[in-house]
């Protein structure tokens, strides 16, 4: 039985040295053979040449060094494809998922059989607004979210060799990993912990990065969009409705004049509803657009072990 741990990585050149030290020291304590593989995704920073020294230190490690950031969601996939544990952990790099827990995922999923381990957080320790809109976005998805959602888990997980098989049928584009962990199904376990700060450095997920993730998290995993699309245009028709009764209605009873006013309202009411859903179908088009593109989710640039890399130079030096 193999354990194999993926940490995607961008611009974490400060933390990763001793973050693959304390994954390979918490892992080791479990007594089984492991891998941890490392996806450099597209870093312009020292993360390549740290986790490359390091592949000295920790024959274990396997860095998988993408050919440019091609985002968090794609940097899992590319380690997902790569590993050939019968437990799978995925985890963040910058010790916001404590390594000290990997122990504890691989007890629960070993003792209740599961397939999948999320470890949920009981509290967070980042600034006040990230919380804010992390809080509501979970509130939202796990309201319109087809296959229910449970809040305060991220991609720190441990997963069955069964459900990584899973997860790796999915081709889309638009990915969202704790979205396509739930919908896979199987029996699905928790680890509580309390989530620290990220302990160097800044947010390699910044606000955009994090805002785009949320919509494919939202499109992909709910009909919600278009239907509050069609509930709004519902609406218009009521509108509209009354509308007419008030126009006949004053023009039977020559009550009133029929102003401007009431037409111009008319006009960019349904004007605005009618952009409103255009804007909205383009960002479906787009999404089909992108799917049916089929590009590939990630490119590897190299892929670096310590073995490998001593026999490719030992063999170049015979030549
Ligand atoms: N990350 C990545 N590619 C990106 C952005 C982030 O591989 O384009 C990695 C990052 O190095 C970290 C993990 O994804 O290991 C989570 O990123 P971050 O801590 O910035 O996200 P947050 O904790 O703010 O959600
Ligand atoms: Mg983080």
Not at 6 to 24: D, K, M, S
Not at 29 to 44: A, L
Not at 219 to 224: E, G, L, T
Request: charge should be positive; include cysteine.
């Amino acid at each position: 039985m193999k354990i194999s741990v993926v940490i995607p990585l961008y611009n974490e050149g400060a933390l990763v040295t001793r973050l693959v030290e304390e994954v390979c020291q918490h892992v080791k304590s479990i007594g089984k053979p492991f891998e941890i593989v490392c996806v450099d995704d597209g870093s312009t920073d020292t993360t390549f040449e740290n986790l490359r020294k390091t592949t000295k230190e920790i024959e274990e490690l396997k860095v998988i060094s993408l050919s440019r950031n091609f985002g968090l969601q794609a940097a899992i996939t590319a380690g997902l494809d790569h590993v050939g544990g019968d437990y799978v952990v995925i985890m963040d790099g910058d010790f916001q998922d404590p390594p000290e827990l990997i122990p504890a995922l691989f007890k629960k999923i070993t003792e209740t059989k599961a397939d999948v381990v999320s470890a949920l957080r009981t509290s967070r320790a980042e600034k006040f607004g990230k919380r804010f809109y992390i809080k509501i976005f979970h509130k939202i998805f796990r309201n319109v979210s087809e296959t229910g959602q449970v809040e305060q888990t991220g991609n720190f997980s441990m997963l069955s060799r069964k459900a990584v098989d899973a997860v790796l049928k999915f081709s889309e584009q638009n990915r969202y990993f704790p979205g396509i962990r739930n919908f896979i199904g199987f029996r699905h376990e928790f680890v509580e912990y309390d989530r620290p700060d990220r302990s160097e450095g800044s947010a390699k997920m910044n606000r955009k990065k994090l805002f785009a993730l949320a919509a494919d998290a939202v499109y992909s995993f709910s009909k919600w969009p278009i239907k509050a699309c069609l509930y709004l245009g519902l609406l218009g028709v009521v509108v509209f409705f009354l509308a007419i009764i008030y126009t006949l209605v004053s023009k039977f009873t020559g009550l009133a004049p029929f102003g401007w006013s009431s037409t111009f309202l008319a006009i960019s009411f349904f004007g605005s509803v009618q952009l409103t859903f255009l804007g909205l179908i383009g960002e479906y088009i787009f999404r089909i657009y992108k799917e049916v593109q089929k590009r590939p989710i990630y490119i590897v640039k190299k892929i670096f072990e310590a073995d490998k890399e001593e026999k490719e130079n030992k063999s170049s030096k015979k030549q």
